[in-house]
């Protein structure tokens, strides 16, 4: 099986070494006991580059940016503003104003929500999501739609829980859609809604659209230009990079038209005793002290991206969540949240195993190393849409292996036999 | 694959608690929920004139954890008195499992506690 591994299923990616650029694997968690780390959609492990981007920061040129006029400012500054670049080239901006630093993927929305919303949301406009989102790209749309009297509608998935684009279609019929604001792909299920016809059909009617790139940018590039998006957001933690900063894109119109949330040092060019004038962008939208150690991270991060070879890294997540669905669904009472199939999704199994508690199964999967994640994952509408309270979910990234789904799946069989009625 | 936590005795507290079901006339009630997990509770109990507990029953929904513990307390505080009970600790619920929580799981360990807590609380004001 192992062997199987490096040279069959990586054809291309040598697994091997990807997992030696991230520290804890191969590492034992408690006596004896090895990590198997199925927990990337929550947060991904961090490559070497990253870590020592970030001490280097630390340890090397901890200094303030933009105003500081000594080296380790001006160092830190360029390394700072680096990162945006680089953040900018992988996805295809052009100009790198139209990044705005954030703490996360949840702020991000949360700076759209209330700056465009407030801008252009009316009484009896709509916001347009799903049921398959996270609640970061739900409860800031209830709140501005509840301060704006806009209206939230939900896309409902079939029966087959896919992506619904007739039932899309339909939410527009009395020309009210002001903003789409759709997952690019499932924290729970791995569903990837079909983001380009979503955004071709939002803005031909006019709407503009956000993409939550939470989940989908460790897996997939976002090509923002090619597709013509309003808005997009992901967070670093999630693409191998530093926990405490994100990215929000926005098309410079917007951002120009748009007023900051947050008010403070850097957002502006100049502040008399009753009135100030906004900075221009990005910092209009960046006050304060942003982050600049984890900044920089993001940016190792988008080298270790760009350094990948994508397809052999598409291939090999393929493989991965196709043996998932193989050997864990042959797993007695193994339920599987979504299509059975494996096609148009990603590297993430959310399921119920018949009879257990998804928190009895992760504490005594932690037993054997496997860390998986157990709970609603922040999708309380999904969740009452399939009626259970909780779920499991077992989400995997280039590091892991068809081996370590083995471990899973065998470590599930156990499980069953531990907590039988005796 | 071993856990203390998950012991016969747990188990069965799990799976054929004689302390789940429900009283005809119960004295106090109160429902908990853990949102976070999903796991539910419903406690009963009656109290006697001498403020002791007669008998406490419980209902729910959740992790071995959440119904094996309110099992357990169920065992520990039939007889003792409203005072006693109220008494009680986290820590104390801990040691009747007789083995450390996680952060996480003293969610799930301690919701049945909460909610004998809250079912009494109101007759514990009342006596003092
Ligand atoms: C699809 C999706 N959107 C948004 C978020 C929120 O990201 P963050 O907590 O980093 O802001 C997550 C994280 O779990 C997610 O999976």
């Known amino acids: 099986m192992a062997d199987a591994v490096v040279s069959g299923v990586g054809a291309g990616l040598d697994v091997e070494r990807v997992r030696a650029d991230f520290p804890p694997l191969g590492e034992e968690v408690r ?17 070497r580059s990253v870590i020592e981007a970030v001490r280097e920061c630390m340890a090397e040129y901890p200094a303030n940016v933009h105003r500081g006029l000594h080296v380790l400012s001006e160092r830190a500054t ?22 705005i630093f954030t703490r996360g993927t949840t702020e991000a ?33 209830q709140m501005i739609a509840r301060e704006t009297g806009a209206e939230l509608r ?30 690019g792909m499932s924290n729970v299920t791995g569903i990837r809604p079909p983001i380009e ?16 790139a939470a989940q989908s940018l460790a897996h997939e590039r976002l090509d923002v230009a090619g597709l013509g998006v309003d808005f997009a957001a992901f967070s670093a933690h999630k693409v191998f990079g530093p926990t405490g900063v994100g990215v929000l894109y926005g098309r410079r119109e917007h951002l120009e038209a748009m007023e900051p ?11 008399e005793r009753h009135r100030a004038v906004w900075n221009e962008l990005p910092d209009k939208f960046e006050a304060g002290t942003p982050p600049i150690a984890e900044a920089i991270g993001l940016g190792a991060a988008v080298d270790y991206l760009e350094g990948l070879d994508h397809q052999a890294v598409a291939r090999h997540e393929r493989a991965l969540i196709e043996h998932a669905h193989q050997v864990l669904g042959a797993v007695e009472g193994f339920r599987i949240l979504g299509p059975r199939s ?28 496997v860390a998986i994640r157990a709970g609603h994952h922040c999708a309380m509408p999904l969740h009452a849409r399939l009626g259970i309270p909780a779920s499991a979910r077992a989400s995997f990234a280039l590091y892991n292996t068809t081996e370590e789904i083995d471990h899973l799946a065998g470590a599930l069989g156990s499980i069953k036999g531990l907590l039988r009625r005796r | 694959m071993d856990d203390p936590l998950y012991r016969e005795e747990i188990l069965d507290h799990y799976y054929s608690s004689p302390y789940r079901g429900r009283i005809e006339r119960p004295d106090c009630v109160c429902d908990l929920e853990n949102p976070f997990c999903g796991d539910q509770i419903h406690v009963e109990l009656t109290v006697g004139d001498d403020d002791r507990i007669k008998e406490i029953r419980f209902d729910g929904k959740g992790c071995v954890i959440s119904q094996a513990s309110t099992s357990v307390l169920a065992e520990h505080l039939e007889g003792a008195s409203v005072e006693e009970a109220l008494k009680l600790g986290p820590a104390d ?17 301690l919701l049945g506690w909460k909610a004998i807590q809250q079912a009494l609380k109101p007759r514990g004001a009342a006596t003092v």
């Not at chain 1, 670049?85 to 992988?90: C, P």
């Not at chain 1, 494996?342 to 190393?369: C, E, M, N, Q, Y």
């Not at chain 2, 007789?98 to 003293?106: F, I, S």
Request: hydrophobic content about 40%; glycine content about 10%.
């Open chain 1, 31 to 47: 006596p004896g006991v090895s990590l198997r780390y199925f927990d990337s959609a929550a947060t991904a492990l961090k490559p």
């Open chain 1, 78 to 99: 360029e390394a700072f503003e680096g990162a945006r670049m680089k953040v900018a080239a992988y996805l295809g901006v052009d100009d790198p104003a139209q990044l």
């Open chain 1, 109 to 141: 929305i949360n700076l759209v929500a209330r700056s465009w919303g407030k801008l252009s949301l009316r009484p009896g406009d709509a916001i347009v999501v799903s049921e398959l989102e996270h609640h970061a790209n739900l409860v800031p749309w």
């Open chain 1, 154 to 183: 939900y896309v409902e998935l079939t029966e087959e829980l896919e992506y619904d684009l007739d039932a899309f279609d339909r939410l527009f019929d009395d020309g009210r859609v002001r903003m789409v604001a759709t997952t």
């Open chain 1, 197 to 212: 016809e979503i955004v071709r059909r939002s803005r031909e009617r006019g709407a503009r659209v956000l993409i939550d």
């Open chain 1, 261 to 271: 949330v947050l008010g403070g040092g850097n957002m502006v060019l100049r502040v």
């Open chain 1, 342 to 369: 494996t096609a148009g999704k990603g590297p993430i199994v959310g399921f119920t195993l018949d009879g257990t508690h998804p928190h009895d199964l992760s504490h005594l999967l932690d037993r054997s190393g």
């Open chain 2, 93 to 109: 619920v801990v040691k009747l499992l007789g083995m450390p929580l996680t952060p996480t799981r003293m969610k799930c360990g």
